[in-house]
């Protein structure tokens, strides 16, 4: 063998050995996984739903009828259709629900969280292998780069907690990196005329897929095409290919569409497109919403160094400009300088886009937003690192030969690296591991083998919120719903002659009206006790 084809096989084998270590470290946090965020309960229920959770005031709901409207039922696996009507409801194209409604139908009758672990496992495996590829064709086959950039961003706590969130975001990366790399692998190819097989089709079905498993694939794929075709035009002003490229791109949307035509409404006219349009719109909102997701990306995926880091590379810019390392002042140099990076430049300007756009449109749900930005955020490592490796080597490197303190310092980077995202990881910045939810359960399972009555009163306009508590609610034989704006006393016999109760509480109801309702329910109960508040209701224990 060859020392050419040496090379690169030595740095695939260092990337496998690397890759493995962090689907271990995936593995760990998706064991460390306790509790379920609200949207992840809603995962399994619009999948799996039977007859719908039909809350009934003043009535007891028995186990099987709560737990089976999270569980895949003998009767009623791959049931495809379902899930698609399930999904036009709500807020969310069905592709991601397809995929784990398969699994869970393998699994009936049965609730786990590897049903969904396991498929965002599976993405994120794959997403590194993708994300190199793109950095090797960004790079221009830098290894070093390459290496430094999935080192740095698979162990982010970013990355990881899209990992542990049963929802489509992992699945949304692999796409968003697939549209990336058909672009980029076309840039660096000179074609007259944009080949169908080995581009447009590929690139029509990646389409199909990513804009049926979220909407913000849209969003990615519109900066795409819009650079990619700006590009195509500056090139060699050939309209033609930028119509083939707009047809597959149009094509692959209106199939999308006839697949799933509830798309649109939910886009711009139902809850969340309204919502997200009003916000789009709203111009004295933007820096407030930028500041926010620009906090999450410094804190979850550069550990609070990302200032440092664009300061390092503006100074070292600044620095160069000045001992007349970079001219910008030569035309012909700049040119070349721009077409030798046009991959980068890309890359820049989509993400740029989506995170101004996607910023303008998410929720602001504190550190759960991170979901909405996770696909770009591999590619905005890669950007900086490729920045600083690029400056970095305008200002340390004399000559071809002279490589000795510049791999040192790359080598002292990815320490760096490594280190800082390590201390992310085990500080508590992996989110959607709900460890707290170890005691409640375990409060949970205690007041059920006492037999303790359950009382919910929850808010019959938002009645679907009792899925909030779903994995405690499990642990109990049977639950007492009842309507929390109603003031009477609670006449069921089980409640009234209990020597204790456990009680939820939902956080829109007037607290202290409805803890004296309990009271004046049940003559051997005469004090309470605020257990824990979760986001939808409070839990008391009465005795």
Not at 84 to 91: E, F, H, N, P, T
Not at 110 to 127: D, R
Not at 351 to 361: C, D, E, P, Q, W
Request: hydrophobic share 50%; net charge neutral; glycine share 6%.
């Amino acid at each position: 063998m060859s020392d050419k084809k040496a090379v690169p096989k030595k740095w695939f084998c260092l990337f496998l050995v690397i890759w493995c270590v962090q689907m271990f470290t995936a593995v760990y946090f998706c064991f460390q996984k306790q509790g379920f965020h609200e949207d992840e309960y809603y995962t399994f229920y619009s999948t799996a739903r039977t007859y719908g959770l039909a809350i009934e005031d003043g009535a007891w709901m028995e186990h099987d009828a709560y737990f089976n409207e999270f569980v895949v039922l003998y009767g009623q696996r791959f049931q495809y259709g379902l899930v698609k009507l399930v999904q036009s409801w709500d807020v969310h194209p069905p592709f991601y629900y397809w995929i784990f409604h398969t699994v869970c139908s393998l699994f009936p009758g049965q609730f786990s969280k590897w049903f969904g672990l396991v498929i965002n496992l599976a993405a994120f495996g794959v997403s590194m292998f993708l994300l190199r590829y793109l950095a090797l064709l960004v790079t221009k086959h830098n290894e070093k780069m390459t290496l430094l950039s999935c080192l740095f961003y698979g162990f982010t706590p970013a990355v990881m907690s899209s990992v542990v969130f049963i929802r489509m975001y992992a699945l949304l990366t692999v796409f968003v990196y697939l549209c990336a790399i058909l672009h980029v692998r076309m840039m660096e190819k000179t074609y007259h005329k944009l080949p169908f097989l080995k581009f447009l089709l590929p690139l029509a079905v990646v389409t199909y897929l990513g804009f049926l498993t979220q909407y913000y694939y849209f969003i990615f794929l519109f900066f795409m095409a819009l650079g990619f075709c700006i590009y195509l035009l500056l090139k060699d002003r050939n309209l033609w290919n930028c119509i083939r490229y707009g047809v597959s791109v149009g094509i692959a949307l209106v199939l999308a569409y006839l697949t799933y035509p509830s798309c649109l409404g939910q886009m711009f006219r139902g809850q969340r497109g309204a919502q997200a349009t009003e916000n789009f719109f709203d111009w004295s909102n933007t820096w407030t919403r930028l500041l926010f997701f620009w906090k999450l990306l410094d804190e979850y995926v550069f550990g609070k160094l990302l200032v440092i880091l664009l300061g390092i590379i503006l100074f070292l810019f600044l620095f160069a400009l000045g001992k007349g390392k970079i001219r910008i002042s030569n035309r012909m140099k700049a040119v070349a300088f721009l077409e030798n990076h046009r991959a980068c430049f890309l890359l820049l300007f989509t993400v740029i886009g989506y995170f101004l756009a996607v910023s303008k449109t998410a929720l602001l749900l504190g550190d759960t937003s991170i979901r909405y930005q996770t696909p770009v955020y591999g590619m905005t490592v890669l950007l900086i690192f490729v920045a600083m490796e690029g400056i970095g080597r305008v200002v340390f490197i004399k000559a071809d030969t002279e490589h000795g303190n510049y791999n040192f310092l790359l080598a002292a980077a990815a320490v760096v690296c490594l280190l800082v995202n390590l201390a992310g990881l085990f500080s508590g910045r992996v989110v959607f591991l709900y460890p707290e939810d170890t005691q409640r359960i375990a409060f949970a399972r205690e007041k059920a083998a006492q037999d303790t009555p359950v009382l919910c009163l929850y808010d019959v306009g938002q009645s679907w919120c009792v899925w909030d508590s779903a994995d405690e609610f499990f642990v109990y034989d049977r639950i007492y719903f009842a309507d929390r704006e109603k003031v009477e006393p609670i006449s069921d016999k089980t409640i009234a002659e209990s020597d204790d109760l456990v009680v939820y509480l939902s956080n829109a109801a007037d607290a202290e009206t409805q803890l004296q309702r309990i009271l004046n329910s049940n003559s051997k109960v005469d004090a309470y006790e605020l257990k824990w508040q979760d986001r939808y209701c409070s839990v008391y224990y009465f005795y």
